[in-house]
C-alpha cells in the first residue's frame, strides 16, 4: 500500500486497523477534512473469524500510544 496524503498531512506505509485509526486521528485534526458518520444495518457474517481480540486489542493501544508519544507522526 502506498503512502497516502490527507489534506497535508502525510499517513505512514500502514494496513489493517492501525491505517484505519490513523485516517480518522488525522482527519479529525484537520479543520479541512469533513466527514459523517453513516449508519449501516449489520448481518451475520460467514466464514472464518479473523480477528484476535486481544492480540489486536493490545496491537491497537500500541500504535494509540505511539502515535500520541511521537510528536502526531
Known sequence: MP???????E?????GMA???EIKIEALKS?????AEISIMY???LGEIK???WRDGF?????LVKK???GGR
Do not use: A, I, Q, T
Not at 503512502?3 to 498531512?9: K, N, P, S
Not at 499517513?11 to 494496513?15: A, S
Open 68 to 70: 500520541r508519544f511521537s
Open 51 to 53: 480477528l484476535n481480540p
Open 59 to 63: 496491537y491497537n493501544l500500541f500504535f
Open 3 to 9: 503512502d497516502c496524503d490527507l489534506g497535508g498531512h
Open 11 to 15: 499517513l505512514g506505509h500502514r494496513d
Open 31 to 35: 479543520s479541512r477534512v469533513r466527514f
Open 19 to 21: 491505517f484505519s485509526e
Open 43 to 45: 448481518s451475520s457474517r
